[in-house]
Antibody
Framework: QVQLQQSGAELVKPGSSVKISCKAS????????MHWIKQQPGNGLEWIGWIYPGNGNTKYNQKFNGKATLTADKSSSTAYMQLSSLTSEDSAVYFC??????WGQGTLVTVSS | DVVLTQTPPTLSATIGQSVSISCRSSQSLLHSNGNTYLNWLLQRPGQPPQLLIY???RLESGVPNRFSGSGSGTDFTLKISGVEAEDLGVYYCVQSTHAWTFGGGTKLELK
């Protein structure tokens, strides 16, 4: 069955970067887009972008251009999202999702000095 | 960019009551391949969202048939025919015709 296992919670300082992971299993990793979604505390869902691991193509929500960078490692079936120049506005739970049907458990990123 | 307007933001219901949630899109969600990629999710506290309805009206496997979806073009509705306690949480519509966009969410709570 499709499973997406995300990396653990991160506490990071303002101005720094963080890279979170999403390890996929139960399907052919290179054949499906992987999406990333942001959810700030008490707020709704916001689409960040997707990556197609088969060829590395990406598409971003314009709002996240320069903030998020999506990559994928075919050898380990793992997708990554790096967030840069972190501020308190980046404190959120981040989900990976392979289609709307399959979601990771979420990774909490807290930006605090 | 597509904007999804979801109403109401909050819904109070008693057990057994039927309720509906509306999702309106700023542009048609009909894809050139003939499919309309409008989906409904439920997010319970502390959990990732789970898929309830895809392609407007198709029930995801394992989802109770008290959930139903309808609509076309830009106007869509999720109906719960007889709310149960396990249905409480936040409902989101999400379109995947033009990249992805989420509605603002509807919190279903007990009256």
């Amino acid at each position: 069955q499709v499973q997406l296992q995300q990396s653990g919670a991160e506490l990071v300082k303002p101005g720094s970067s963080v890279k979170i992971s999403c390890k996929a299993s139960g399907y052919t990793f290179t054949s499906y887009d992987m999406h990333w979604i942001k959810q700030q505390p008490g707020n709704g869902l916001e689409w960040i972008g997707w990556i197609y691991p088969g060829n590395g193509n990406t598409k971003y929500n314009q709002k996240f251009n320069g903030k998020a960078t999506l990559t994928a490692d075919k050898s380990s079936s793992t997708a990554y999202m790096q967030l840069s120049s972190l501020t308190s506005e980046d404190s959120a739970v981040y989900f990976c999702a392979r289609s709307v049907a399959y979601w990771g458990q979420g990774t909490l990123v807290t930006v605090s000095s | 960019d597509v904007v999804l307007t979801q109403t109401p933001p909050t819904l109070s219901a008693t057990i057994g009551q039927s309720v509906s949630i509306s999702c309106r899109s700023s542009q048609s969600l009909l894809h050139s391949n003939g499919n309309t990629y409008l989906n409904w999710l439920l997010q319970r506290p502390g959990q990732p969202p789970q898929l309830l309805i895809y392609l407007v009206s198709r029930l995801e496997s394992g989802v109770p048939n008290r959930f139903s979806g309808s609509g076309s073009g830009t106007d869509f509705t999720l109906k719960i025919s007889g709310v149960e306690a396990e249905d409480l949480g936040v409902y989101y519509c999400v379109q995947s015709t033009h990249a992805w966009t989420f509605g603002g969410g509807t919190k279903l709570e007990l009256k």
